[in-house]
Structure formats: structure tokens, C-alpha cells
């Protein structure tokens, strides 16, 4: 659809009228990198914009968006600040020699902090610091103009990494995991491990200091993907492989699936109250997000069995589950992260491009053959209020989604063959894979009413008691064709192309919907139709 909808109704007199819907519609969408792979792994709201956060390989400084400016190592955590139309404040780049990366970024009063790894070698931004094992977990807080203030990093002689952060009364949490091997010295010196991977939880003061640190696991892999708080604690989800069940934190507790994805709620003090555990099938299960809601938590993830299923579970303050739902279709689907709206839920990921056409995307298709980001918004029942993929002819995925009032905020990447196609067709790439953050607005929007451009296109039967068929005179995308009810709600329906000869043509099905009038919105032009 157009950024800017702009919704022509057809009347029957030549009056003029307005009506108030609701829609979601593109705001603006960027891409940021240089000539080689860019990504965004996390996206915060700020007061005045939105900050993201990710990596840059060596090979995208000195081009695109890092012109004249110089890597540091071979991959460079990034970080980078938007305003609220979607143009860069400032941008920065943090490591040194080797590998570092930013997973999660969160707001503050008064900056914000980044969390992920560095594989620390006593250079650039380390200059003088000397690393505990191979990768340390490390966190960076920066205030509002993009210059750090303090840094730190946390881990003992293997590999530690932080996946997510968020913010309490009194400090910042990270989440992420830690190898066997990490303890017992460094930063867990007198505290044991308990299987291959331990989830791990550190408090930290507004200084950067570590105030507690706890790791929670079996003797398989365990691992904390994301971290929010709580009116009266911290909730953090991610995965326990099915090893770890039967022992150490999950004694007394056995495990469904080859991994099950997990819930632990801790105090402030950092004690579990409770931990559970989840699985849609005997395979692997993961919960990637978590987000507060007024009445519980939701979390989503994935499932697989034959497939991948994006999942999306709602708790309840004691962890008892209210409802669960999967999405997707025939292939693979993900949910990497969740958010909240005033009036609902709203998850992204990606669905494989075989997924489209059948499932939960059954009346709607793609042109491309690689996966697409999509972003789903779910009402307060688990129940999908609309639905929309996101890219090109190749690779696309939002890893990420914060909300600023109603407007949306979705971040990840996309792979150079996307652009100039599809949603990104008046956009060039810059790289391999470049950065992406995209903004939608979602909300209530009056519109005027005013008599079709006939010559624009034509519509038949009208009324009609089944299909109805489009004809415009050049190729519209089926990406900018949409049934709305009278509240502004966007239908599923089936859009098929019927183009033949010098005809360009839609047809679509609308028999299932109830005796009623609905709108058809055919890029910039809209026709009142009538269902019998």
C-alpha cells in the first residue's frame, strides 16, 4: 500500500462525506549499511526517535553509510540513532580487532545501553582491557548524543554472551548464556556450572557494576533470549534442551520435547518465584520475546515438527497459560520479538515464501521465493487483526518491533537481491545484506469520500453475491489491493491475478463474507462494493 492511503469511495451522488477507519500503512522505511552484511539485531523507542543496534562487517566501513568512517575489526557493533521521520542523528561503531556485535538495546532516562559479545583483544575500544575466555558478554551505555560513558564486559574462560537487557527502578538487567567452561573462574569464580550451557541473569547499577549474577539450567543447554520486567519482578524466556530436565533448576520437572521453550520469573533480588516450561511439539520449542501486558505476559517464538509454527503464548502473573496460538503456513514461520499496542499485541519474524497461499496466509501471496518479514497484530484474545508481509524477490526478516504512541517500529535486514523489488522497489541496496527499520502507522485515520475515477479502473458485478472482477489499466501489485469493512478493518480474502491479452485483471473471492457493503482498495482508489 502507499505510505500516504488516500481512499476514493465511489457515491452513488456526487456528495461529499468523511468516514474514520483504521489501517496500517507504511510511515517510511530505511536501509543502512555499507558493501558488505549490515543487520539489525534490536530497535528501542527513544523521546525523540529510535535507536538501533546490530553489527557491520569490516568490509561495509569506508562505503554507503559508513563513508569515511573506519571499521575498527572484522565485525563492529553498531548503533544508531533515528528521529521520529526516520533520518539518521548520529551513528557509531564500538569493538576492536576481532569479532563484537550488539544483541539488544534498551532506553534510559538520561542515554541507553547495549548489550552482546566481543571476542576482547585488548585494542580499539579495548584498549587495555584483557579479556576473560574466548567471547566476554559485554555491555556499553551511551548517552543521547552517542558517546559511551561506561563499559563492561562479564564472562569467565570460554564463551559468554548477553542476548537482551532491560531497565528496573534501580538498575539494568542482561540475559544471555554462558559454556561450562566460563565457570568456576573469571566473573562466576565459587559459582559452578550446571550443564553445556547455563542461562544467566546479571543485575547491574546505573555505574556499570555488577550488583548480582545467577545462572539457571539442567545438564543440557539452557539459554535466556529475552528479558522484561514486571510490576513485582523480571521475566525471562528462551530454551532448556531436553537433557536438562529432571535436574538441577528442572529437578522434579520433565521435559515434553527435544528442547522446550521457558519462563522464569524472578524477584528483584533475583530468586525464581516461578519457571515453566513450554512445547507445541515434540521437537524443539523456543520463546525468542517477552513483553509485559496490563493483565500478564506474552511470549513468542517458534515450534517445530514436520515445519516451524510462530508461536504466541499469553500468562497470566502466575505463570498459569491463558491461551496459546501458532501461525503460519506450509513452511517455516518465526516470531523473533513481541510488543504491545493500546489494543493489542503485535509480533514479527518472517514466514518462508512457501508459507504464503495456504495457512494463516491463505489469501495472500508473494512474488518472491525467499522468506519474508512479516508483522502480525493480535487483539487481546490471541485473535489476528491483520496481517502483513514485508521485502522483496529475496531475503527479508524484522528481528525486532518497539512502539512510539501508534506508530510501530519493526528492525532486521534485508539481502541485496530484495531491493528494487517488491516493498523495496523504488530502494537500492547498498551491501550484501543491509540494516532495515521500517515504521508503521496503525490508528485511527478520517478519510474523504468522493466519486471513482472511472477511468482508472472497473469493477464487476456490483452488486455482487460471490467473486467480482477488477479491471486497471496497468499492473498493480497484489501487495496494494485490500477488502475493508465498514470499521476499517482489513478482510481476508482471495486475490488472484486474471490478466489476459491487453486486459489487466483481479479477481476476488468475497462469498464468504456476511450480506453487507465493504470497500475495495485498489492502490489510490477505493469502490464501494456490495455484498448481497
Not at 149 to 163: L, P, Q, S
Amino acid at each position: 500500500m502507499k505510505n500516504r492511503l488516500l481512499i476514493i469511495l465511489v457515491a452513488y451522488f456526487c456528495t461529499f462525506s468523511t468516514i474514520t477507519v483504521f489501517s496500517q500503512n507504511i510511515v517510511w522505511k530505511k536501509n543502512f549499511g555499507g558493501n558488505s552484511e549490515d543487520i539489525y539485531y534490536s530497535v528501542a523507542a527513544l523521546s525523540d526517535g529510535t535507536v538501533a543496534v546490530g553489527y557491520s562487517y569490516q568490509d561495509s566501513f569506508g562505503t554507503g553509510d559508513w563513508t569515511e568512517i573506519t571499521g575498527k575489526g572484522d565485525v563492529d557493533a553498531i548503533i544508531v540513532k533515528y528521529n521520529n521521520d526516520g533520518y539518521i542523528t548520529w551513528k557509531k561503531h564500538f569493538g576492536g580487532s576481532s569479532h563484537d556485535h550488539y544483541n539488544s538495546v534498551v532506553a534510559l532516562s538520561d542515554g541507553m545501553v547495549a548489550v552482546g559479545c566481543s571476542e576482547i583483544v585488548s585494542d580499539g575500544d579495548w584498549t587495555g582491557v584483557v579479556g576473560r575466555g574466548w567471547y566476554d558478554a559485554i555491555i556499553v551505555k551511551y548517552n543521547n548524543d552517542g558517546n559511551t560513558v561506561w563499559k563492561n564486559y562479564f564472562g569467565g574462560n570460554e564463551y559468554d554472551e548477553y542476548n537482551s537487557v532491560t531497565v528496573t527502578t534501580d538498575g539494568i538487567i542482561a540475559v544471555g548464556y554462558s559454556r561450562e567452561n566460563s565457570f568456576s573462574n573469571g566473573d562466576w569464580t565459587d559459582i559452578h556450572g550446571k550443564g553445556d550451557w547455563d542461562a544467566i541473569i546479571v543485575k547491574y547499577g546505573n555505574d556499570g557494576n555488577v550488583i548480582w549474577k545467577k545462572n539457571f539450567g539442567g545438564s543440557g543447554q539452557d539459554n535466556y533470549l529475552s528479558i522484561s520486567t514486571v510490576s513485582d519482578g523480571i521475566i525471562a524466556v528462551g530454551y532448556s534442551e531436553f537433557a536438562s530436565f529432571g535436574n538441577g533448576d528442572w529437578t522434579d520437572v520433565w521435559g515434553w520435547g527435544d528442547g522446550d521453550a521457558i519462563i522464569v520469573k524472578y524477584d528483584n533480588d533475583g530468586n525464581v518465584i516461578w519457571k515453566k516450561h513450554y512445547y507445541a511439539s515434540s521437537s524443539y520449542n523456543t520463546f525468542f520475546s517477552v513483553n509485559p501486558l496490563s493483565d500478564g505476559i506474552v511470549a513468542v517464538g517458534f515450534s517445530s515438527s514436520n515445519g516451524r509454527d510462530a508461536i504466541i503464548v499469553k500468562y497470566d502473573n502466575d505463570g498459569n497459560m491463558v491461551w496459546e496460538k501458532k501461525f503460519g503456513g506450509m513452511c517455516d514461520d518465526f516470531y523473533y520479538s513481541v510488543t504491545t499496542v493500546s489494543d493489542g499485541i503485535v509480533a514479527v519474524g518472517y514466514s518462508d515464501a512457501c508459507s504464503f497461499g495456504n495457512g494463516d496466509w491463505a489469501n495472500i501471496t508473494v512474488d518472491g521465493d525467499e522468506p519474508y518479514a512479516i508483522i502480525v497484530k493480535y487483539d487481546n484474545d490471541g485473535n489476528v487483526v491483520w496481517k502483513k508481509p514485508f521485502g522483496g524477490r529475496s531475503t527479508d526478516r524484522y528481528n525486532s518491533v518497539t512502539t512510539v504512541s501508534e506508530n510501530i517500529i519493526a528492525a532486521g535486514f534485508s539481502y541485496y537481491e530484495s531491493f528494487g523489488s517488491g516493498d523495496w522497489s523504488d530502494v537500492l541496496g547498498k551491501g550484501s545484506f543491509d540494516a532495515i527499520i521500517v515504521k508503521y502507522t496503525e490508528g485511527e485515520v478520517g478519510f474523504t469520500e468522493m466519486k471513482q475515477h472511472q477511468e482508472d479502473f472497473k469493477i464487476y458485478p456490483n452488486p455482487t453475491n460471490g467473486k467480482i472482477k477488477v479491471e486497471v489499466q496497468k499492473p498493480v501489485s497484489l501487495y496494494d489491493i485490500a477488502i475493508f469493512d465498514v470499521m476499517g478493518k482489513s478482510l481476508d480474502v482471495n486475490i488472484q491475478d486474471s490478466s489476459e491479452n491487453s486486459k489487466t485483471g483481479i479477481v476476488i473471492d468475497i462469498s464468504h463474507l456476511s450480506a453487507g457493503i465493504y470497500f475495495l482498495h485498489v492502490e489510490n482508489e477505493v469502490t464501494k462494493i456490495i455484498k448481497e
